[in-house]
């Protein structure tokens, strides 16, 4: 059975960057079937996809977050990686990984989610 | 890309059926039949109960529906029970490789 699971310091400095990683298990992440993503939910908010990237590397993100996000995949350790750049208190959220069914479709199996707080 | 639009929160009693609306733009809900819908409980990852407009992955009750009209999809849920109270989120493919959320719908069983 596919398992996600998001890793990562749990509080971010404002100004630095925040970085997470999403391992795989359970199943590999070249399966040409699919993409992987990431989306955050602030606290008592709605969900924002932050981005999505295919094994091959080929990655695409919200364009309100383009310019700070990149995502990266390894497909020697099986897992996908995301960087926030210059975060600020608003980057506070609870940060999922996720399997994008195709990069058109929706998530099919979810990470638990890791709270990332953004203070000082 | 605006964040497709729900509502804030809908409630009904067990039995009942409710409609979740989510509106969007002819450029994203209006131009492809990729919505899909997901329910969230308190403390959980959200988990796809609807997907393409109106079908159910393996193991989704039936008592979940979709549908959609113009710019606007809907999920429709029948024989409303207690387990059932949740947070629903809409998504939607919008062209250009990007894929938008709803603000997300509480929903109460009174």
């Known amino acids: 059975q596919l398992q996600l699971q998001e890793s990562g310091p749990t509080l971010v400095k404002p100004s630095e960057t925040l970085s997470l990683t999403c391992i795989v298990s359970g199943g590999s992440i070249t399966n040409y079937s699919y993409y992987w993503g990431w989306i955050r939910q602030p606290p008592g908010q709605g969900l924002e996809w932050i981005g999505s990237i295919y094994y091959s590397g080929s990655p695409y993100y919200n364009p309100s977050l383009k310019s700070r996000v990149t995502i990266s995949v390894d497909t020697s350790k099986n897992q996908f990686s995301l960087k926030v750049n210059s975060v600020t208190a608003a980057d506070t959220a609870l940060y999922y990984c996720?399997?994008?069914?195709?990069?058109?479709?929706?998530?099919?199996?979810w990470g638990q989610g890791t709270l990332v707080t953004v203070s000082s | 890309q605006s964040a497709l639009t729900q509502p804030a929160s809908v409630s009904g009693s067990p039995g009942q059926s409710i409609t979740i609306s989510c509106t969007g733009t002819s450029s994203d809900v209006g131009s492809y039949n990729l919505v899909s819908w997901y329910q969230q409980y308190p403390g959980k990852a959200p988990k796809v109960i609807i997907y393409?407009?109106?079908k159910r992955p393996s193991g989704i009750s039936n008592r979940f529906s979709g549908s959609k009209s113009g710019n606007t999809a809907s999920l429709t849920i029948s024989g409303l029970q207690a387990e059932d109270e949740a947070d629903y989120h809409c998504?939607?493919?919008?062209?250009?490789?990007?894929?938008?959320f709803g603000g997300g719908t509480k929903l109460t069983v009174l």
């Open positions: 996720a399997r994008h069914v195709s990069y058109v479709e929706y998530f099919d199996s």
């Open positions: 393409e407009v109106r």
């Open positions: 998504f939607s493919y919008a062209g250009s490789y990007i894929v938008i």
